[in-house]
């Protein structure tokens, strides 16, 4: 069910990080976002334009002496003045991500039942027993075929697309308000891109999500994102729902980036409009 308060908001975000020689880096320069319940909003940009770091901004996973300043709120909390406790309690928890590359998120030589079952154990505090009835059932969630079976096995023994699969499990275990999806379909062929997406959509919709859905393909954005918001050099340069700023940009580097894309891309960009359409019955 979508909302109508947001359920994240971003306010002048900056983030600077040292240089070698003393100096300092400003990544980010006025960040503003705003996510609703229920909508997938759209992040666009060439690479080093500040669009993961400004989701790792979020969860507090900055590199090591960035220093941010501007306002994160989840509802009512600023994440950006929590000490580092209070912020790894809510990680995972209110606020979760998923990462570009699956290989790296999820530890090759444990379990997927382990991974998903000390997740729900050390936020949820549940039981052995009820842990692993709730990872069953979020894998079951995200479509792994014979969940019981697939807690046993390791992440090497599943494709690309459903190790993405098993990640996004494993960012929603907790029933987060937020979603931070950073390039979750780049590593994957056409077709389970669309899988991973038609799932996204589907779970945004269910569970009334906030999704911050992070890429350079403004392809993918056409066929998921409500909103669209285009960064360039640590900036938002335009936002808007998604049909006014895929069809009629107001920005001229928003204009660049579609005039980038191939032809068919290009085309279904142009003729789409919001909202956006639900995937979940595409083949």
């Known amino acids: 069910m979508t909302g109508t308060t947001n359920a994240l908001e971003i306010t002048g975000?900056?983030?600077d990080l040292p240089t070698e020689a003393g100096g300092i880096n400003r990544i980010l320069h006025g960040v503003d976002l705003a996510l609703r319940p229920g909508r997938i909003h759209g992040l666009a940009g060439e690479s080093g334009s500040g669009k993961t770091m400004t989701g790792l901004a979020v969860l507090g996973l900055l590199p090591s002496g960035a220093r941010p300043g501007?306002?994160?709120?989840?509802h009512d909390t600023d994440l950006l003045a929590l000490s580092p406790r209070k912020l790894g309690e809510l990680r995972g928890r209110a606020v979760s991500m998923v990462f570009q590359d699956p290989s790296t998120s999820l530890h090759p030589m444990l379990s997927i039942g382990h991974q998903l079952t000390d997740h729900l154990r050390h936020h949820l505090k549940l039981?052995?027993?009820?842990?692993?009835?709730?990872?069953?059932?979020?894998?079951?969630?995200v479509r792994i075929p014979n969940p019981?079976?697939?807690?046993?096995?390791?992440?090497?023994?599943?494709s690309g697309g459903m190790r993405q699969r098993i990640a996004i499990a494993i960012a929603l275990a907790c029933e987060p308000q937020v979603l931070i999806a950073d390039e979750p379909?780049?590593?994957?062929?056409?077709?389970?891109?669309?899988?991973v997406l038609r799932l996204l959509r589907g779970l945004c919709d269910d569970l009334g999500l906030a999704v911050l859905l992070v890429t350079h393909d403004l392809g993918v954005m056409s066929a998921i994102a409500d909103e669209v918001s285009v960064m360039r050099h640590g900036l938002v340069v335009e936002t808007g729902p998604r049909g006014q700023v895929l069809t009629a940009p107001q920005h001229e580097y928003t204009r660049t980036l579609l005039n980038a894309l191939p032809g068919a891309?290009?085309?279904?960009?142009?003729?789409?409009?919001?909202?956006?359409?639900?995937?979940?019955?595409?083949?």
């Not at 501007?70 to 989840?74: A, D, N, P, S």
């Not at 039981?127 to 969630?141: I, N, P, V």
Request: charged content about 30%; cysteine-free.
């Open 13 to 15: 975000l900056t983030v």
């Open 70 to 74: 501007g306002r994160i709120r989840l």
């Open 185 to 195: 379909t780049t590593a994957l062929d056409v077709t389970v891109q669309a899988g």
């Open 265 to 283: 891309a290009a085309a279904r960009a142009r003729t789409t409009t919001d909202p956006a359409p639900d995937l979940r019955s595409a083949p």
């Open 148 to 158: 019981d079976e697939a807690l046993g096995r390791y992440p090497h023994q599943f």
């Open 127 to 141: 039981d052995r027993k009820a842990a692993k009835e709730r990872a069953a059932d979020l894998l079951g969630q």
